[in-house]
T-cell receptor, first 113, second 113 residues
Framework: EAQVTQNPRYLITVTGKKLTVTCSQNMNHEYMSWYRQDPGLGLRQIYYSMNVEVTDKGDVPEGYKVSRKEKRNFPLILESPSPNQTSLYFC???FGGGDHEQYFGPGTRLTVT | AQSVTQLDSQVPVFEEAPVELRCNYSSSVSVYLFWYVQYPNQGLQLLLKYLSGSTLVKGINGFEAEFNKSQTSFHLRKPSVHISDTAEYFCAVSDSGTYKYIFGTGTRLKVLA
């Protein structure tokens, strides 16, 4: 089944403790992206990747890191999480950027205390 | 910078009534436009998209949208809604030639029996 998977689905952590949210797709997509969803703010793009080893900042990259060492994986790293990063995170992938449909993962609900 | 405005945060409507969800974007340069739907506790899935050509775009589940370049709008419509259409709807835009997506803040459609 074609899908985007994210792990973990739920995570509660404390301020400053490094964490990684994994994202993997099995559709051979070149483009992958991370979003955060907050009430009243909709989805905001954090980082995106056009291909392996090619990444760029979205609108809200501060406090996040990404890497794209393999085509199928695009992990999101929070090196020192803070409470304002408490949010619902979505990974998405598509065949290309811009004019292509994005396929979204199920989401990761992160709480930072 | 590109921006997307969804004027209504919540829209209640009775079953079998028509509905219109409004979306306006800021830039008049060449853009790609999308509507996504998010059912409770799920990721987003594509309803429809406009890339070029006919300004009336038909999507899944009986939804359609009309691209209006002069008014920079891309309103979503359905002539008769069902209870199962209750969800949050997001308008999104991507500038031609870029890999960045901008989402609106979302409209919660609640269909009443």
């Amino acid at each position: 089944e074609a899908q985007v998977t994210q792990n973990p689905r739920y995570l509660i952590t404390v301020t400053g403790k490094k964490l990684t949210v994994t994202c993997s797709q099995n559709m051979n997509h070149e483009y992958m992206s991370w979003y955060r969803q907050d009430p009243g703010l909709g989805l905001r793009q954090i980082y995106y990747s056009m291909n392996v080893e090619v990444t760029d900042k979205g609108d809200v990259p501060e406090g996040y890191k990404v890497s794209r060492k393999e085509k199928r994986n695009f992990p999101l790293i929070l090196e020192s999480p803070s409470p304002n990063q408490t949010s619902l995170y979505f990974c998405a992938s598509s065949f290309g950027g811009g004019d292509h449909e994005q396929y979204f993962g199920p989401g990761t609900r992160l709480t930072v205390t | 910078a590109q921006s997307v405005t969804q004027l209504d945060s919540q829209v209640p409507v009775f079953e079998e009534a028509p509905v219109e969800l409004r979306c306006n974007y800021s830039s008049s340069v060449s853009v790609y436009l999308f509507w996504y739907v998010q059912y409770p506790n799920q990721g987003l899935q594509l309803l429809l998209k406009y890339l070029s050509g006919s300004t009336l775009v038909k999507g899944i589940n009986g939804f359609e949208a009309e691209f209006n370049k002069s008014q920079t709008s891309f309103h979503l419509r359905k002539p008769s809604v069902h209870i199962s259409d209750t969800a949050e709807y997001f308008c999104a835009v991507s500038d031609s030639g870029t890999y960045k997506y901008i989402f609106g803040t979302g409209t919660r459609l609640k269909v009443l029996a």
